[in-house]
């Protein structure tokens, strides 16, 4: 296909992440993909690794992981997929299409995941999905029971000025008016469930806090973790 039948296809999709798809086209995502690649700390070699993506969505980092060498992707979503979340499965099958991918995918809940429903991953991604759970050490649990050898986790945060382990539940719209929204852990809960629910180790090695109300400690934000079994 040459620029203009790939624009033509982009031009077709409602986008959340931002993609490159080569020729000069990029997917006009409302997300700050490719900053949040820059920080996320994705190795740079991936290959002979297998690589999970629970909540891929457009698929912009199952895509990144074949890209980098993987062996094998599988991308797994149902919450955007069904189109009663955010977005549809459109941008990632449009994706796959353009890049001409062997990303596979899966429409699996997240407490569903095991190595029955999708193998067992080298690598798994769980991006920006953790908050969204309300029983979040159970979908740690799932995630350590498909994960060989690491867990890369981007989630929300909150109560971080609290050394001790600590989190918000959030049984309304309290987050960002968003009924989906149900947690907050401060980081050290985060690195503590993430060792409860069966990884050796787990360090917190990004996080960006949200401006303070006047006079209010700085507690609310984002955070990654990389956790390994």
């Given at each position: 296909m040459n620029a203009e039948e790939i624009q033509a296809a982009v031009d077709a999709v409602t986008w959340y992440h931002t993609i490159d798809?080569?020729?000069?086209?990029?997917?006009?995502g409302s997300d700050q993909t490719l900053a949040r690649m820059g920080v996320l700390g994705l190795p740079a070699d991936l290959r002979g690794r297998s690589v999970l993506d629970i909540g891929a969505w457009d698929g912009a980092f199952s895509f990144e992981a074949e890209r980098r060498g993987a062996s094998r992707v599988m991308a797994v979503d149902t919450f955007c997929w069904s189109g009663e979340?955010?977005?549809t499965k459109e941008g990632f099958e449009c994706a796959?299409?353009?890049?001409?991918?062997?990303?596979?995918d899966r429409e699996v809940e997240v407490m569903d995941l095991s190595p029955d429903t999708v193998g067992v991953f080298d690598l798994v991604l769980c991006l920006g999905v953790l908050y969204h759970m309300k029983h979040p050490l159970l979908t740690l649990e799932r995630l350590a029971s498909v994960c060989a050898e690491q867990l890369?986790?981007?989630?929300?945060?909150?109560?971080?000025?609290?050394?001790?382990?600590?989190?918000?539940?959030?049984?309304?719209?309290?987050?960002?008016?968003?009924?989906?929204?149900?947690?907050?852990?401060?980081?050290?809960?985060?690195?503590?469930?993430?060792?409860?629910?069966?990884?050796?180790?787990a360090e917190c090695v990004y996080t960006w806090l949200a401006p303070p109300d006047p006079g209010?400690?700085?507690?609310?934000?984002n955070a990654i973790f990389h956790a390994w079994r």
């Open positions: 798809l080569g020729q000069g086209v990029v997917t006009p979340g955010w977005g796959r299409r353009l890049l001409n991918s062997k990303v596979e890369i986790l981007w989630t929300q945060i909150d109560l971080a000025h609290i050394e001790s382990a600590a989190m918000a539940f959030y049984p309304g719209t309290e987050l960002n008016n968003d009924p989906t929204n149900w947690c907050g852990l401060n980081p050290a809960c985060v690195i503590g469930m993430l060792t409860t629910a069966g990884f050796s180790r209010q400690p700085a507690a609310r934000g």
